[in-house]
């Protein structure tokens, strides 16, 4: 199922794009120059073998790592990283920190909920306390998304008392209630019971449907295929290997991209 | 038993229950207050921060309690006296009272201690939630009033708890620079009624009774809001 034909992407505005990005921990280079860009629409998957630096390139995106060089912009706002002297990742200005992240939607492996919260004050708390939205206007949007997760009646429950797929649901309705611009999902299902994982997939599903701009990574290779536009296989910290699904999925021209695909196959 | 007294004296004993309650409550907030300064610095990746939390921490764990409020009382209040500004001061009825020197022993006491209990609870949250802070655009100080300190405090309840009520038995040592708190009271009806045993014994079931009173409100608060399970 392919979400957009080809020539309407120039149409659509740009939501995330990558140019030349690197980020390194110490001696080891983990990325090498990435380029990759998201239009508003898009779900962009990143695949590829453990270590290959798909979970570092998502949090460079929302700078829970910070570049050490290359561009990124997020909406209209844009950071050049510059290489400091000594080797430190750059400083970056706050503001416009804060400005790309109150634009994307983060969704972690381990779900990352606040424990010390109910599940409508997770929800509730950014677009509170970072949004400046009034609170009967959080707290309404927040009901619609408990019950698009199908949460709605644990919205007053804490956390540890939710099993990983109601977790991780909660944790999608939380990213949700800040109108990101653009989803961010980090395995989203690796950390989840395998009967958990299809309630967790059918709520993204329904996302992109919907016609949410999202950059996922993941290792459900099935899933990728159905609801992909775009497919990034990272290798080494490059970008090996990359277009829509079929192309990437069926006709790879890079051999490591065709290893990496079969075997994933001969796993599922 | 002779509990005759009671009917004269019990003003006496109300005014004490008064002031050990001031102190307890007082000695506990403003000690909070000062815990959490006391435990950013000591995570905080400034050395002279570090040192100067970790030396207040090591110097007041390290000396008895008694001690410090001596070295206020007779030291720095003696000190303050004999300063003619201070004694002309609209503060000066205040210094002159030990209770204000108790209270400022009790917070600093309470600072190290829970200081370095927080410090612990702040570095045991996990680095998940904090990370969600991040991403979702909070700044460092809305993501430790919001995230890092409230999930910390969930943590260490019930050790606060206990804490409070060694902090209201430390109050006791308030009757030793003159204030009559619930010991004091008892003091000074032992003094005129030559009863020895009556007056303690009453004091104590007092004390019993704030502790029992402490621990169920303790017990409430974490009712509502459940301990993680994990
Ligand atoms: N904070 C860090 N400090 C040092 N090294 C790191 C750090 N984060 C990641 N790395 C290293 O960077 C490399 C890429 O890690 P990354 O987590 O991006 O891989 P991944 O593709 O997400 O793998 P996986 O499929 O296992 O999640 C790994 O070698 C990892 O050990
Ligand atoms: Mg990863």
């Known amino acids: 199922m392919m979400r957009v034909s080809p020539d309407d992407a120039t149409h659509r505005a ?253 796993l599922a | 038993m002779d509990f005759s007294w009671v009917s004269e004296f019990w003003p006496i004993l109300l005014g004490g229950l008064w002031r050990t309650l001031l102190l307890l409550v007082l000695g506990a907030l403003f000690g909070f207050a000062l815990a959490i300064p006391v435990a950013v610095a000591r995570i905080s990746p400034n050395p002279i921060l570090y040192y100067l939390s970790g030396t207040f921490t090591t110097v007041i764990r390290g000396t008895p309690l008694l001690v410090q409020i001596y070295i206020l009382y007779y030291g720095v209040g003696t000190l303050l006296a004999a300063t003619p500004e201070v004694r002309t001061s609209i503060f000066w009825p205040y210094l002159r009272d030990g209770f204000w020197y108790v209270v400022v022993s009790l917070a600093i006491s309470v600072a190290a201690y829970e200081g370095e209990l927080l410090r612990g609870g702040l570095l045991s949250v996990a680095k998940g939630q904090l990370e969600a802070a991040r991403a979702f655009g909070m700044s460092s100080g809305l993501m430790f009033r919001r995230i890092w300190l409230p999930s910390a405090l969930r943590m260490l309840l019930p050790t606060l708890v206990g804490d409070t009520v060694l902090l209201l038995k430390s109050t006791a040592l308030a009757s030793t620079v003159a204030v009559v708190d619930l010991v004091g009271a008892a003091n000074q009806v032992r003094t005129h009624t030559f009863l020895v045993y009556e007056p303690l014994l009453t004091v104590a079931l007092v004390y019993l009774i704030i502790t029992a009173m402490i621990t169920s409100i303790a017990g409430l608060i974490s009712r509502r809001v459940p301990q993680k399970a994990v």
């Open chain 1, 14 to 266: 740009c939501a995330v794009k990558i140019t030349g990005l690197h980020k390194s921990f110490g001696q080891l280079e983990v990325l090498k120059g990435i380029s990759l860009e998201a239009r508003e629409g898009d779900v962009v998957t990143l695949i590829g073998s453990s270590g290959s630096g798909k979970s570092t390139l998502l949090r460079c995106i929302n700078l829970l790592e910070v570049p050490d060089a290359g561009t990124l912009s997020v909406g209209a706002e844009e950071i050049r990283f510059t290489p400091s002297r000594g080797g430190r990742p750059p400083r970056l200005d706050s503001h416009k920190v804060r400005g790309i992240r109150m634009r994307l939607g983060m969704v972690f492996q381990s779900f990352n909920l606040w424990n010390h919260m109910t599940v409508l004050e997770n929800i509730i708390e950014a677009p509170l306390f970072v949004h400046g939205v009034a609170r009967a206007e959080a707290v309404e949007f927040a009901k619609q998304l408990l019950a698009k997760v199908g949460l709605y009646e644990k919205r007053d429950v804490y956390p540890a008392f939710l099993s990983g797929g109601q977790q991780q649901r909660a944790a999608i309705a939380r990213a949700l209630a800040i109108n990101p611009r653009v989803m961010l999902f980090d395995e989203p299902t690796s950390a989840l019971d395998p009967e958990l994982v299809g309630e967790v997939l059918k709520v993204i599903r329904d996302l992109a449907d919907e016609g949410r701009t999202m950059i996922l990574v993941t290792h459900e290779m099935s899933f990728a295929r159905q609801v992909s536009s775009h497919v990034a296989f990272l290798h080494k910290g490059i970008v090996e290997e990359e277009g829509p699904p079929a192309k990437v999925f069926h006709n790879p021209q890079s051999e490591r991209c065709r290893q990496f695909v079969s075997a994933q196959h001969a």
